[in-house]
């Protein structure tokens, strides 16, 4: 049994000094102090409900497992190995590297940039608590992964490849990423095929990086705006969707918001990145125009970044410098609150639909993304209020930080076990979790283990079809989750329920990181609570 203390404990030898003189009544009121301390730390540690800690550290571990190119040394995720090491070979340019989206080994742009855009801003956010946490290299690790695909698909000012792979062909075989046999075919935006969407969220993730790395790697960040700046400017100028550009993405991540938000989106994160009076300039003579006060939106997703955009537009209210925007920033906060409130189910009408046992649903396909956007956008904007001393006006009546965050709060418990099959949707943690998940490396035997040739077809004769677990525990991943009723199934061929994608964990690190805080904060607080009671 582990020790109730979660340091080792000496207690200070001056409280002993004098013990022979120590009246009795005194040495047992101390003793008592002793065991109360030690009883309160033991039962806490063990009756607490989730392990914050440990749903942090795995959902971190789920992008080594999502690497493509060559691994690194200290590649903790063992059963991968190096993959797509010629990606990018046909075009005569170097596109080695990045991620793979989901349970395929397509590296698709769009939501790639989105995922680090998240890690990012939940890094950003959260900042301490991941560092409090052990964490914060294997955030930054995480982050720097996608950014330096960004610097190499971002070959000269007005190009960006877009993709790597197609996923049609792609679909057919069920490999490991090591044995790939399918089209490694690239496809990129230009001047004459613009993509302003793919460039803005792009712009978006590498502004949001420069700030994470701006006091630990100043040269980095500075290369990351650098690159930020060019692809704002090449989104700006040509403008246009980029899966008109690049029709083998229509059918996978087609841009259905358009790009006007990611331009308003790229522009906020550059101003944050570099104070510069343009960008800000830019959010606000666009705000109606490109939608960004005129958009009430109930998600926040890969595709459709508005919510987001005005709860960045919005906190920048209360900064004395901002006053003369006040009018628009107001406006763009209006739209936050709507989208805060529907969350909460407390506008008039228009809210986010629930599941029985109380997960937000927004679609059958992944759902588990919304959820995970959503606990993101309700405690950074959560601990915004509490930070400024204000509270939310709902149609439904006023809400305050505390009703923001635990809501928040049931959606993350709700991943990790408090649902009605006490199934943990986080991979890997707890002691029940999807075993069948739709992801062909985790589904086959480790290359490490066994390096003979799987070819296109065999994979799904040999493992697909099979009821037997994965041999490989994609820890981390954040499965697609149940159905509006809360019922799911863990069957590989389940995509829907049972693949994992990267952008349904990065809103989680930030999110974990601060309930591990709030958490530990509790805990404490308990624990003095009971010691005064005591005496």
Not at 45 to 58: E, N, P, V
Not at 126 to 153: P, R, V
Not at 194 to 211: H, N
Request: glycine share 6%.
């Amino acid at each position: 049994m582990a020790s109730p203390f979660p340091i080792p404990f000496t207690p200070n030898k001056l409280l002993f000094k004098r013990e022979g003189t120590m009246k009795k009544e005194t040495q047992q009121q101390f003793y008592l102090f002793l065991f109360i301390i030690s009883f309160t730390l033991f039962t806490k540690s063990q009756s607490q409900d989730f392990d914050y800690a440990d749903a942090l550290s795995k959902s971190l571990l789920y992008f080594e497992a999502q690497r493509s190119g060559r691994l690194p040394y200290n590649q903790r995720v063992t059963w991968r190995d190096h993959s797509g090491l010629t990606d990018g070979l046909e075009q005569g340019v170097d596109l080695v590297g990045g991620y793979y989206d989901a349970g395929d080994h397509v590296k698709f742009g769009l939501p790639m940039a989105f995922t680090v855009t998240m890690l990012s801003w939940g890094t950003i956010e959260f900042w301490q608590q991941i560092k409090d946490s052990g964490e914060l290299e294997h955030a930054m690790e995480a982050i720097k992964w996608g950014t330096d695909y960004f610097i190499k698909a971002h070959t000269s000012p007005n190009v960006l490849w877009a993709e790597v792979g197609d996923g049609d062909t792609d679909h057919y075989c069920w490999q490991r990423p090591e044995d790939m046999t399918t089209s490694r075919q690239a496809f990129k935006v230009d001047e004459e095929n613009p993509g302003s969407d793919l460039a803005g969220e792009t712009a978006a993730a590498m502004a949001a990086a420069s700030i994470v790395f701006r006091n630990t790697n100043p040269h980095y960040s500075h290369l990351l705006l650098h690159h930020a700046h060019q692809l704002f400017e090449f989104g700006d100028k040509y403008r246009g969707k980029y899966d008109a550009s690049v029709g083998a993405v229509k059918n996978y991540y087609a841009s259905v918001s358009g790009y006007m938000d990611e331009l308003l989106w790229a522009a906020m994160w550059l101003y944050k990145a570099t104070d510069k009076e343009e960008y800000l300039e830019y959010v606000i003579s666009k705000a109606h125009t490109f939608g960004g006060i005129g958009w009430a939106i109930t998600e926040f997703s890969w595709d459709v970044k508005y919510a987001a955009l005005q709860l960045l537009a919005s906190k920048l209210l209360v900064e004395e410098k901002h006053k003369q925007h006040a009018d628009i920033l107001e406006k763009y906060r209006s739209k936050v609150e709507y989208y805060i409130c529907s969350c909460l189910n407390k506008n008039n009408g228009s809210n986010v639909e629930r599941t029985p046992a109380g997960l937000v649903y927004v679609r059958q396909w992944n759902n588990m993304q919304y959820v995970s956007t959503t606990a993101f956008m309700l405690t950074v904007y959560s601990e915004f209020l509490q930070n400024k001393n204000q509270k939310l006006p709902c149609h439904s009546g006023i809400v305050d930080h505390e009703e923001i965050l635990n809501f928040a709060k049931s959606q993350v418990d709700y991943i990790l076990g408090l649902n009605p099959l006490n199934m943990s949707y986080l991979v890997g943690y707890g002691p029940r979790y999807p075993k069948r998940v739709h992801h062909r490396g985790a589904s086959i035997v480790s290359y490490r283990e066994n390096k003979g040739f799987i070819g296109c077809t065999q994979g799904y004769d040999n493992w697909y079809n099979i009821q037997e677990s994965n041999p490989n525990i994609l820890v981390g991943a954040l499965v697609g989750g149940p159905d509006l009723q809360d019922n799911f199934e863990d069957q590989r061929n389940n995509y829907v329920q049972t693949e994992a994608c990267t952008y349904n964990t990065a809103p989680l690190v930030g999110v974990f990181a601060k309930f591990l805080q709030t958490e530990n904060k509790r805990l404490v607080h308990e624990s003095d609570s009971q010691l005064l009671a005591s005496f």
